[in-house]
Structures are given as structure tokens and as C-alpha cells.
């Protein structure tokens, strides 16, 4: 089947099927979060993006051959509840933005600055910093060298816009020049961008509306 992005909470995962890598996303509640498992074709390892949520959905959805880390794109509680068990269950090592770590209650492993790169099995996933939603927030880009790009952007880009900054004119303002300067301007049109809420979307549908964002601020 064609992989749509469209999840719910309760609901099966959606599977996009990569040459080299397999993304799994699935919804979990209450606040309707995404979570991503990525899988190396080539070597069976996982790695798990968001325990958000429902520890008994995100593990069963890792299965038996379990997780070798986990990455928290940011520090705010809705993206973290099911990290504790889920590393308990899987001793998966812990990565998370310099800046968020202090902010998020399970030790982490490994402390991610921008351009670092965090490994599953033969694939690499580069990290951009992004300053506006929170402090440390870390998107993970994976450059397909048989396609295009895959952005998995946390809670800093949605369809429709750049996260929240709670009215705060400066984080704004760093949030969007952050997504212009690291994302839209190093990435091409058909990069498929996979938000911490909600549907995907792709750089394409959203750079024709920077104007838009920036004129409104928000």
C-alpha cells in the first residue's frame, strides 16, 4: 500500500517503505504525538523516534528485535511519558539535544549538536539545532541516496507553519530563520518532512508560504 502519513491514536502504523530504510509512524495519546521506528533493511537495526506516549503501543511496535536508541527531538513532556519504560524494556541508549537534555527526566546517553550524526545500522541521520520551540530542539535529516530527503522535524515545522513560540517575537524569529537557513535552504522541494503532530508534508508544499509566516508571526 502507498504510505499516506495518516495515523490515529489506536490505530495501525503507517509504513514507508525506503530502499535502505524502513519508517514506521504511529499515533499515541492523549495529545495525538507522532512517534517514528526506523529500521536498516540492511542490518534489522531500529532506532525509535519519540516515545511519546503508550510504552505498550511503541513496543510492540518495535517487536522482538527491540531498539538500539531512542532520540527525544525536544524537551516538552508530551514527547517523553513512554521513554522511561520503553528504555527499561529495551536498554536503548538515549540522544537528545545538548540544550533540552537537562529538561527531559531520563538520562541521556548522548548529547546531539547540530551536524552531528546518529547512526542505525548502515543508515545516518545528520542533526539540525533549531532555537524557537524550545532551546535544544534537534530535527533528524536522513539525505536517501536513492530518493530524496526525509526530515523528521520534531514540533518545529508542520504543515502550515513553524512550532509554537507562545507569542514570543525573538523565539519566532530564531525558530523561523533556524527552518529557512537549515532546512529549506539545504534541502530541495521533495524533501518529505515527518512533524511531532499530524499529517506530513513536504518542503515544496510549505517554502511558497515563509512570506506568509514571517508577515503573520507565528
Not at 520551540?133 to 522535524?153: K, V
Not at 518545529?156 to 527552518?179: H, I, M, Q, Y
Not at 513536504?202 to 511558497?208: K, S
Request: net charge negative; aromatic share 6%.
Amino acid at each position: 500500500m502507498t504510505y499516506s502519513g495518516v495515523v490515529k491514536v489506536g490505530g495501525p502504523a503507517d509504513v514507508h517503505e525506503l530502499t535502505d530504510l524502513m519508517i514506521s509512524k504511529v499515533a499515541v495519546g492523549p495529545m495525538d504525538n507522532n512517534a517514528y521506528l526506523l529500521r536498516c533493511r540492511a542490518t534489522g537495526e531500529q532506532l525509535l523516534i519519540d516515545a511519546a506516549n503508550d510504552a505498550e503501543t511503541l513496543l510492540q511496535l518495535i517487536g522482538e528485535d527491540s531498539i538500539a536508541s531512542v532520540v527525544t527531538t525536544h524537551r516538552h513532556g508530551d514527547h517523553w511519558q513512554a521513554l522511561a519504560e520503553v528504555v527499561r524494556a529495551t536498554g536503548a541508549r538515549t540522544y537528545a539535544g545538548r540544550h533540552d537534555a537537562e529538561g527531559i527526566p531520563v538520562p541521556t546517553d548522548v548529547l546531539v549538536d547540530d551536524g552531528d550524526v546518529i547512526r542505525v545500522g548502515r543508515v545516518e541521520l545528520t542533526a539540525r539545532h533549531l532555537v524557537g520551540h524550545t532551546p535544544g530542539s534537534i530535527a533528524l535529516i536522513y539525505d536517501d541516496q536513492h530518493g530524496h530527503p526525509h526530515a523528521f522535524t520534531g514540533d518545529c515545522l508542520f504543515p502550515g507553519g513553524v512550532g509554537n513560540t507562545w507569542k514570543d517575537p525573538e523565539a519566532f524569529a530564531s525558530l523561523l530563520r533556524d527552518v529557512e537557513t537549515k532546512l529549506f535552504d539545504r534541502l530541495p522541494d521533495e524533501t518529505w518532512v515527518y512533524p511531532g503532530h499530524g499529517k506530513d508534508t513536504t518542503l515544496g508544499a510549505e517554502r511558497p508560504h515563509l512570506p506568509e509566516w514571517r508577515e503573520r508571526g507565528w
